[in-house]
């Protein structure tokens, strides 16, 4: 059974950390692209972060580019968004994706969301 299971998230005052995770099980983690996608109240789900497979290649969405850090451990089946220097519009529910794309088809999995609120 594929999960995605997000959890640290929580509430942080204005300029604080925290750092969330998303723990994979139910199929090769290592093969797939991890990102991290955040959805405001009352707005569109956005991409905040993109790892490749391997953990080789970063991108960010502007907005978070030199405070975020994604990373992964493909051994213990675990992603990560470090968020730091959080501002009060980063307050979002973070979910976890994972998704590839191969001769046998193309794969998106969700995790169920983490919601992050950050005070002013």
């Known amino acids: 059974q594929v999960q995605l299971v997000e959890s640290g998230g929580g509430l942080v005052q204005s300029g604080g950390s925290l750092r969330l995770s998303c723990a994979a099980s139910?199929?090769?983690?290592?093969?797939?692209?991890l990102s991290w996608y955040r959805q405001p109240p009352g707005k569109e789900r956005e991409l905040v972060a993109t790892l490749n497979h391997n953990g080789g290649s970063a991108e960010y969405v502007d907005s978070v580019k030199g405070r975020f850090t994604i990373s992964r451990d493909n051994g213990k089946m675990m992603g990560y968004l470090q968020m730091d220097s959080l501002k009060p519009e980063d307050s979002a529910v973070y979910y976890c994706?994972?998704?590839?794309?191969?001769?046998?088809?193309?794969?998106?999995?969700w995790g169920q969301g983490t919601q992050v609120t950050v005070s002013s």
């Open positions: 994706h994972v998704g590839r794309r191969g001769v046998d088809g193309e794969y998106n999995y």
């Open positions: 139910g199929f090769t983690f290592g093969v797939y692209a």
